[in-house]
T-cell receptor, first 115, second 117 residues
Framework: DAGVTQSPTHLIKTRGQQVTLRCSPISGHKSVSWYQQVLGQGPQFIFQYYEKEERGRGNFPDRFSARQFPNYSSELNVNALLLGDSALYLC??????????????FGDGTRLSIL | AQKITQTQPGMFVQEKEAVTLDCTYDTSDPSYGLFWYKQPSSGEMIFLIYQGSYDQQNATEGRYSLNFQKARKSANLVISASQLGDSAMYFCAMRERLTGGGNKLTFGTGTQLKVEL
């Protein structure tokens, strides 16, 4: 079975631009979460979606937004990019909706570089 | 707010030896879950093992076991018979319930493990 897939793998943008990252969960998983991992740190929670509704939001500015589609795939949008947005963006899916102790399974991430 | 502390930035272990990676946590929620993930240099986050706050026995998954000491709020990962392929960054994480009905993982800063011949 395919794992969590994310696209693109790498992305280079300049300050002020906008970016869209995409994620397809494991088949049957209805919950998708997004994390930002800055170099040398642990991942930080951005959003969680379940059944197309936002179920949680981390401490990120309004420049960050996301949505989940009827097929449970998800997009993360970041507007007005800053140098500090350079990071690995990880998508994770889980089998059942919140609250749950099911493990979140992560994709390989999108490495975003801002010039 | 919940907090995860990993005090070992780096660890070395010889091949075939066992190694313990430390993790302590802080939470006021009586219901929580603790997870360990492995992140190789390629970047993907690989789920290793899970321990629930109400689980009576320590979790085990193959060569991985979790030494869960609830009173001390510690959840150390033990890797037995280390292999060269175990060299990676290891993260301890805790599930935190959110007001919107969701949940998130709070991660520690990680421990870089290097397995040597």
């Amino acid at each position: 079975d395919a794992g969590v897939t994310q696209s693109p793998t790498h992305l280079i943008k300049t300050r002020g631009q906008q970016v869209t990252l995409r994620c397809s969960p494991i088949s049957g998983h209805k919950s998708v979460s997004w994390y930002q991992q800055v170099l040398g740190q642990g991942p930080q929670f951005i959003f969680q979606y379940y059944e197309k509704e936002e179920r949680g939001r981390g401490n990120f500015p309004d420049r960050f937004s996301a949505r989940q589609f009827p097929n449970y795939s998800s997009e993360l949008n970041v507007n007005a990019l800053l140098l500090g947005d350079s990071a690995l963006y990880l998508c994770a899916s889980s089998l059942v909706g919140p609250p749950s102790n099911q493990p979140q399974h992560f994709g390989d991430g999108t490495r975003l570089s801002i010039l | 707010a919940q907090k995860i502390t990993q005090t070992q930035p780096g660890m070395f272990v010889q091949e075939k030896e066992a190694v313990t990676l430390d993790c302590t946590y802080d939470t006021s929620d009586p219901s929580y879950g603790l997870f360990w993930y492995k992140q190789p240099s390629s970047g993907e986050m690989i789920f290793l093992i899970y321990q629930g706050s109400y689980d009576q026995q320590n979790a085990t998954e193959g060569r991985y076991s979790l030494n869960f000491q609830k009173a001390r709020k510690s959840a150390n990962l033990v890797i037995s018979a280390s292999q060269l392929g175990d060299s990676a960054m290891y993260f301890c994480a805790m599930r935190e319930r959110l007001t919107g009905g969701g949940n998130k993982l709070t991660f520690g800063t990680g421990t870089q493990l290097k397995v040597e011949l």
